[in-house]
């Protein structure tokens, strides 16, 4: 079976800081690796995705993550905030193989002007 | 782009009551997806299903079922709604083959008095 943790369930940082948003998973199989944001009032959109090869994956909007395979993690980071950037964000894992995706329980990112 | 509606964004139903929640895509997925949204807990699977009239059970199916008459449309039925049951349900499709991205609709919320 697979599980995704997201310690922190809500992470306050000021407008043009950094920030690292924590996710680790548990997997006896190969994954794939996904981070979804969910802006207020709207449904889930893929933020950016680990499938294969390089271990460092961006998104458009100038975030990045980094899958670690010997420490279970895909943490995602940021150098510098903005308020457009406030939001819930979602780690999730699927096996290969397997149709599900697993999510996580979120971390809600508040930015502060 | 690929477009997945959902019939209602805000729904308020009486305990007893029939309750259907509509989902439609329009890029052809073979997968479709029914998740509830709660605080702290994240995204939970209720079903899915990988093709017309086939579905199965995802993490917590109790409650509820659903139907696939038609590729583009995946309805989950709250057969008596309770309490419990007050929610954001957000549905998902995928590709069945390749990378499981899901795209997801802007969710219904489910209040049940």
Redesign the interface.
């Known amino acids: 079976a697979q599980s995704v943790t997201?310690l922190d369930?809500q992470v306050p940082v000021f407008e043009e800081a950094p920030v690292e948003l924590r996710c680790n998973y548990s997997s006896s199989v190969s994954v794939?690796l996904?981070w979804?944001v969910q802006y207020p009032?709207?449904?889930?959109?893929?933020l950016l995705?680990y499938?294969s090869g390089s271990t460092l994956v961006e998104s458009i909007n100038g975030f990045e993550a980094e899958f670690n395979k010997s420490q279970t993690s895909f943490h995602l980071r940021k150098p510098s905030v903005h308020i457009s950037d406030t939001a819930e964000y979602?780690c999730a894992v699927?096996n290969f193989g397997?149709?599900?995706?697993t999510?996580?329980?979120?971390t809600r990112l508040t930015i502060i002007p | 782009d690929v477009k997945v509606t959902q019939s209602s964004r805000y729904l308020v139903k009486r305990t007893g009551e029939k309750v259907f929640l509509e989902c439609v895509q329009d890029m052809d997925h073979e997968n479709m997806f029914w998740y509830r949204q709660d605080p702290g807990l994240g995204l939970r699977l209720i079903y899915f299903s990988y093709d017309v009239k086939m579905k199965e059970k995802g993490d917590i199916p109790e409650g509820y079922s659903v139907s696939r008459e038609k590729k583009e449309r995946f309805s989950l039925i709250l057969e008596s709604a309770s309490t419990n049951q007050t929610s954001m349900y957000l549905c998902a499709s995928s590709f069945a083959t390749g990378v499981h991205e899901q795209y997801f609709g802007p969710g219904t919320r489910l209040t049940v008095t």
């Open positions: 997201q369930s794939y996904f979804y009032n709207q449904g889930l959109q893929l995705k499938l979602f699927i397997n149709e599900k995706l999510f996580g329980t979120g």
